[in-house]
T-cell receptor, first 116, second 111 residues
Framework: DSGVTQTPKHLITATGQRVTLRCSPR?????VYWYQQSLDQGLQFLIQ???????AKGNILERFSAQQFPDLHSELNLSSLELGDSALYFC???????????????FGPGTRLTVL | GQSLEQPSEVTAVEGAIVQINCTYQ??????LSWYQQHDGGAPTFLSY????GLEETGRFSSFLSRSDSYGYLLLQELQMKDSASYFC????????????FGSGTKLNVKP
């Protein structure tokens, strides 16, 4: 158990809908990262937040947005869902990530999103 | 842009040694990480190399050659529980924590 929690574990929804995925980082970690993993693929970096501010952005679609709240939990919002958005969505956290230093990332158990 | 190449699948027997290679192309390379992921599970950190050479952690070792844009993960004394996918990931000088992952190598350990 990494100490990172994600809810819900599974989510089944229809095309065109909007969902919110939630992540709570390990105690003391200031950075949260979101990744998408499609079937049998690697992890695609979506976005990083550090202490409430966006720090780095990957190939995140405009239909997707995220935020990190004052208590450091984060939410990933996915809207106008398409079949191709079906994937595992992982959240990771690290102690730092606000500066130019490497930080080991600890991953949560993921949310499996199925769009029908 | 970034690209990473890993073999898609490797099979080895219990007790053997296996090497999983990773070649990368990236602008502003900073370091190479390795993660293990069991089916449907969360990726877990194995090792990190920013400098050339070998890093050893128990049965696992990781190697980096920056001049060759190449690294590998070496697993010794293979156990059945090592059956999993292994991902290499590069991080860049522009953001050390923005990881680009390879598509993973599925390791099958047979008795």
């Amino acid at each position: 158990d990494s100490g990172v929690t994600q809810t819900p574990k599974h989510l089944i929804t229809a095309t065109g809908q909007r969902v919110t995925l939630r992540c709570s980082p390990r105690s003391g970690d200031l950075s949260v990262y979101w990744y998408q993993q499609s079937l049998d693929q690697g992890l695609q970096f979506l976005i990083q937040y550090y202490n409430g501010e966006e720090r780095a952005k990957g190939n995140i679609l405009e239909r997707f947005s995220a935020q990190q709240f004052p208590d450091l939990h984060s939410e990933l919002n996915l809207s106008s869902l398409e079949l191709g958005d079906s994937a595992l969505y992982f959240c990771a956290s690290s102690v730092g990530g606000g500066g130019q230093e490497y930080n080991e990332q600890f991953f949560g158990p993921g949310t499996r999103l199925t769009v029908l | 842009g970034q690209s990473l190449e890993q073999p898609s699948e490797v099979t080895a027997v219990e007790g053997a040694i296996v090497q999983i290679n990773c070649t990368y192309q990236t602008s502003g390379f900073y370091g190479l990480s390795w993660y293990q992921q069991h089916d449907g599970g969360a990726p877990t950190f194995l090792s990190y190399n920013a400098l050339d050479g070998l890093e050893e952690t128990g049965r696992f070792s990781s190697f980096l050659s920056r001049s060759d844009s190449y690294g590998y993960l070496l697993l010794q004394e293979l156990q059945m529980k090592d059956s999993a996918s292994y991902f290499c990931a590069v991080s860049s000088l522009y953001n050390f924590n923005k990881f680009y992952f390879g598509s993973g190598t599925k390791l099958n350990v047979k008795p």
